[in-house]
Structures are given as C-alpha cells and as structure tokens.
C-alpha cells in the first residue's frame, strides 16, 4: 500500500508491472494511520489519486466551499474539504487549544485537503488548502490546476506540480524528458491541452521538465525548492 505522499501513475504501473498488489490509502496523523483504502489494478483506467472506500470506523464528509461547515455538503463534479469523523478521530492537538478549536468539531476533523466530489460519491484528492494563492485577484487551487494537466496532457507529463513564481507567473513543473524544454512547441501544445480544461488565468505561463521533482527531508515533493 501506497501512503504519504500522494502516487504518480508511474509509480504505480511500475509496482503492477513487476507483479505487486498496489492499494492508494489515504489518512492523517490526527486520526490515527489510514482512513481510505482503493486498490488500483490498471493506472491507465483507475484515477491513481482517488480516495476509496473509507475503512471501517470512519466517515468521509465533504464539505462544501470554503469548507468551513461540514453540515453543508459539496454536489457532484465541486470542489470540497474533506472533514473525517468516526471512532479513529483524535481528542485534539496537545497544550494547542485554538488549533484544536479550528480543526476538531462536532467529533470530527478538518483534514485541510481538497478533494472533487464524482457523480458515484467517490472523492479525487485535488491538493491542500495551504496551496491556495491568488491569480488576476482570483483564488486558485493548485492542486486543480496540476489534475487538469494531468488529465489532458498524458503522456508528456508525468508527475506534475505548480508554483507561483515570485513575478507572480504560474509555472508548471513536470517529470519528463528535460530536452523538451529546448522545445517551443511542447510548452505551447500543454498550453493549449490545459486551456481547454480551465480558465485562462489557469493555463501556465511556462511548462518546465525536470528528471524528477525535488523533495523535502520528510519525502514529500517540495514547492519551494
């Protein structure tokens, strides 16, 4: 089982390829070890970063935007926080009584991911609400810009991650053969793949191929390196 950091389709058909069992689980600290669990047979046809099935003794909410009531649920095919209840939920964080205030409810706890709702009930994890930033005065998910590149740019984009640079252009890192990037014409055809998928404010300012994407000392792929 795959857990942590969220998998890359390659990850996953190299795992299948030499003949392992393969399972995304999904869960957070605060309520002890994994919530969900969905086992991935073909990357090719299953989304490598649904949720799943919660296991027993949890429960899935997903809370519509900005997510800060998980009595207000998110309709299908929007964007919504995960809140997490049931018997594995924690008690709160220790001598932290107002971040315990703003994340544990009602018996429950906001997990602080985005995640898009499918007509089925089954939830895509999209990113974190700690990735939001602000383009033309609007508030973007990061992680809804890298599903759509995902999505609409195989196979010349693997794994995928986005920043905002500090002259404020969205640029998409991608895991890739780093010649392309001597080539005009992969940034532009990625362009005009995604555009097709979100806004225009959306759409990157440059696509940048790395052989891998840096990682922080925890094993989680690094934004700011």
Request: net charge neutral; aromatic share 6%.
């Given at each position: ?13 190299r ?13 957070v ?13 073909d ?79 089954e939830a ?8 939001q930033v ?7 998910e990061?992680g ?16 995928v ?15 890739g ?10 940034d ?7 555009s ?16 891998t ?13």
């Amino acid at each position: 089982a795959l857990g942590g950091e969220a998998m890359s389709k390659a990850i996953a058909q190299r795992w299948i390829g030499a003949g392992v069992r393969v399972a995304n689980t999904y869960g957070v600290t605060e309520c002890v070890a994994y919530q969900t669990f969905r086992e991935v047979k073909d990357p090719d046809v299953d989304d490598v970063r649904s949720l799943g099935d919660p296991l027993p003794g949890n429960v899935l909410v997903f809370a519509r935007e900005p997510g800060d009531d998980p009595t207000s649920l998110a309709a299908p095919g929007e964007l919504a926080e995960l809140w997490i209840g049931g018997s594995q939920v924690g008690t709160g964080y220790l001598n932290r009584p107002e971040l315990t205030a703003s994340r544990f409810k009602n018996g429950m706890y906001r997990t602080g991911d985005i995640v898009r709702v499918g007509r089925s009930g089954e939830a895509v994890l999209v990113g974190r609400r700690d990735d939001q930033v602000k383009i033309s005065g609007q508030r973007v998910e990061l992680g809804e810009i890298e599903e759509a590149i995902r999505q609409t740019c195989v196979p010349l984009a693997g794994d995928v991650k986005c920043v905002l640079s500090k002259s404020k252009h969205l640029i998409a890192y991608c895991v890739g053969d780093s010649a392309r990037n001597d080539v005009p014409i992969y940034d532009e055809v990625m362009k005009l793949a995604v555009s097709k998928s979100v806004p225009r404010h959306m759409v990157p300012f440059a696509f940048v191929f790395l052989e891998t994407l840096p990682m922080t000392s925890t094993g989680k792929v690094s934004r700011s390196a």
